[in-house]
């Protein structure tokens, strides 16, 4: 019984942290002195209300197809692997980066260039899958996606809009896994057509299948209709499934009649924020995520692909960081720029790295022996490099970073308690990610 009351007398605050009934009260004492005496529920609501706006989020740039460190974050000029890709300087002294990528070249004291991932997938379906989750596929159980994981731990109850949204091309992402379809992704699509010419038009991302197809009053009787329908299921058999039926559709329906829809409309950034990000879809993906974001979204995963340059690697690779450069810059710029970088993790990676060798068709194969990550924001330490790899790119000779590290520094960056057990429907308790250890100095 006591157990039972001290657990009663507990508040959780932020994930899986607690605080006892006295602490918190001293936390709110100061607001309860300013606005008068709180009962225990105006203490939660004041308290939640802080909280929220300390929340951790996460962008999520993916790379599909593999980029080649090489033309990115980890040329080597001075060595014949190096091909034909110049370095340049950036705005922290002794870090240099690829020709390719001259915007971000001037945010470098902002980002943590991890130059030593590490990892034996050189398979873009497994891979792709490991990136996502910290897990190599199995037959047995389906692992959530980092986003998913993210949704389910720091999604704001208030918000109306999905709390994890994939934009444009990410094949083998992932999904809510064991932790339910709730927390799968809401997948806004590919590029091409309306999406890829939504900056250039002036135009909305507003996905085409959640506008209603009726007056509002007429669908809201159309969903209480569907609501009494399931309500009477009697057959224990799929009452449960009708449940999970209604959530589903309660929780479209909130999003669709939501105000919030208008984070997706892009015509409403005055022009010189359409102009700093420039056009195309990924453009318009970087812009929608700080939107979203802004608009209490958690978790939002941009794609742009596909960097998968078995030939012709040092034109596709030109043209593929053409697309990136400044949409990715402008995102950093306006995350800070509105006091929002501090709490919004930034992370650019894919599943694996490129050959050292140019092969004989001047395309660069799989290489998951050595790769670049790189992380921004969300209380990351900007302008270092960690790891380091021999001079033509071969092997990591500092720092090695394996798929376990990097999502253990990315939980504990987002403030996510990695010792937490989830039960899987095989009944096997399950960690969001097993092994591992979080990166020294990669943070504040």
């Given at each position: 019984?006591?157990?039972?009351l001290?657990r009663?007398?507990?508040v959780?605050?932020h994930?899986?942290?607690?605080?006892?009934r006295?602490?918190?009260?001293?936390?709110?004492?100061?607001?309860?002195?300013?606005?008068?005496?709180?009962?225990?529920?105006?203490?939660?609501s004041?308290?939640?209300?802080?909280?929220?706006k300390?929340g951790m989020s996460c962008?999520?740039?993916?790379?599909?197809?593999?980029?080649?460190q090489f033309?990115?974050?980890d040329p080597?000029?001075?060595?014949?692997?190096?091909?034909?890709?110049?370095?340049i300087?950036?705005?922290?002294?002794?870090?240099r980066?690829?020709?390719?990528l001259?915007e971000i070249?001037?945010?470098?004291?902002?980002l943590?260039?991890?130059?030593?991932m590490?990892?034996?997938?050189?398979?873009h379906?497994?891979?792709?899958?490991?990136?996502?989750?910290?897990?190599?596929?199995?037959?047995?159980?389906r692992?959530?996606?980092?986003g998913?994981v993210a949704a389910?731990?720091?999604a704001?109850?208030?918000c109306?809009l999905?709390?994890?949204?994939?934009?444009?091309?990410?094949?083998?992402?992932?999904?809510g896994?064991?932790l339910?379809t709730?927390?799968?992704?809401?997948?806004?699509?590919?590029?091409?057509?309306?999406?890829?010419?939504?900056?250039?038009?002036?135009?909305?991302m507003?996905?085409?299948?959640?506008?209603?197809?009726t007056s509002?009053?007429?669908y809201?009787?159309?969903?209480?209709?569907?609501?009494?329908l399931e309500?009477?299921v009697?057959?224990?058999a799929i009452?449960?499934?009708?449940?999970?039926?209604?959530?589903?559709?309660?929780?479209?329906?909130?999003?669709?009649?939501?105000?919030?829809?208008?984070?997706?409309?892009?015509?409403?950034?005055?022009?010189?924020?359409?102009?700093?990000?420039g056009?195309?879809a990924f453009?318009?993906?970087?812009?929608?995520a700080?939107?979203?974001i802004?608009?209490g979204?958690?978790f939002?995963e941009?794609?742009?692909?596909?960097?998968?340059?078995?030939?012709d690697?040092?034109?596709?690779?030109?043209?593929l960081?053409?697309?990136?450069?400044?949409?990715?810059?402008a995102?950093?710029?306006d995350?800070?720029?509105?006091?929002?970088l501090?709490r919004?993790l930034?992370?650019?990676m894919?599943?694996?790295?490129?050959t050292?060798?140019?092969?004989?068709r001047?395309g660069r194969?799989?290489?998951?022996?050595?790769f670049?990550?790189?992380?921004?924001?969300?209380?990351?330490?900007?302008?270092?490099?960690?790891g380091e790899?021999?001079?033509?790119?071969?092997d990591?000779?500092?720092?090695?970073i394996?798929?376990?590290?990097?999502?253990?520094?990315?939980?504990?960056?987002?403030?996510?308690n990695?010792?937490?057990?989830?039960?899987?429907p095989?009944?096997?308790?399950?960690?969001?990610?097993?092994?591992?250890?979080?990166?020294p100095?990669?943070?504040?």
């Open positions: 019984m006591s157990q039972h001290y009663e007398s507990q959780r605050v994930g899986n942290r607690v605080i006892g006295r602490e918190f009260f001293k936390r709110t004492a100061l607001a309860g002195a300013a606005a008068g005496a709180l009962s225990w529920t105006d203490c939660i004041a308290q939640a209300a802080d909280l929220r300390r962008i999520l740039l993916w790379m599909q197809g593999a980029p080649s033309e990115t974050f080597k000029p001075d060595h014949e692997n190096g091909g034909e890709t110049k370095a300087a950036t705005n922290v002294s002794g870090i980066i690829s020709e390719n001259p070249a001037k945010l470098a004291d902002k943590a260039i991890i130059r030593s590490s990892t034996k997938e050189g398979n379906q497994r891979a792709s899958y490991m990136l996502h989750t910290s897990y190599v596929p199995t037959a047995t159980v692992h959530p996606s980092l998913s389910h731990e720091l704001d109850a208030a109306e999905p709390a994890f949204v994939r934009i444009g091309q990410v094949q083998n992402g992932g999904n896994g064991y339910g709730a927390y799968d992704a809401f997948d806004v699509g590919g590029g091409g057509g309306r999406f890829a010419g939504a900056m250039g038009s002036g135009g909305g507003t996905p085409s299948n959640t506008a209603i197809t509002a009053d007429r809201r009787r159309r969903l209480n209709l569907l609501d009494r309500g009477a009697e057959n224990p009452a449960q499934a009708a449940a999970d039926h209604r959530k589903l559709y309660d929780k479209a329906a909130r999003m669709i009649m939501s105000e919030q829809m208008k984070a997706f409309e892009l015509r409403d950034e005055p022009q010189s924020v359409l102009d700093a990000y056009s195309g453009a318009s993906g970087c812009l929608l700080r939107r979203l802004e608009t979204v958690t939002v941009v794609g742009l692909g596909t960097w998968d340059t078995h030939q690697n040092f034109t596709a690779c030109k043209a960081c053409g697309q990136l450069d400044r949409p990715y810059a995102l950093l710029r995350l800070e720029q509105r006091g929002m501090d919004t930034v992370v650019w894919g599943e694996f790295g490129r050292p060798r140019v092969n004989p001047g194969d799989h290489y998951p022996r050595a670049n990550v790189v992380l921004a924001g969300g209380g990351v330490k900007g302008g270092q490099v960690i790899t021999t001079a033509g790119g071969e990591v000779v500092d720092s090695p394996s798929e376990k590290d990097l999502f253990q520094s990315i939980y504990q960056t987002l403030k996510i990695t010792h937490k057990e989830f039960m899987s095989i009944g096997r308790p399950m960690k969001v990610v097993e092994g591992g250890a979080p990166i100095g990669l943070t504040v």
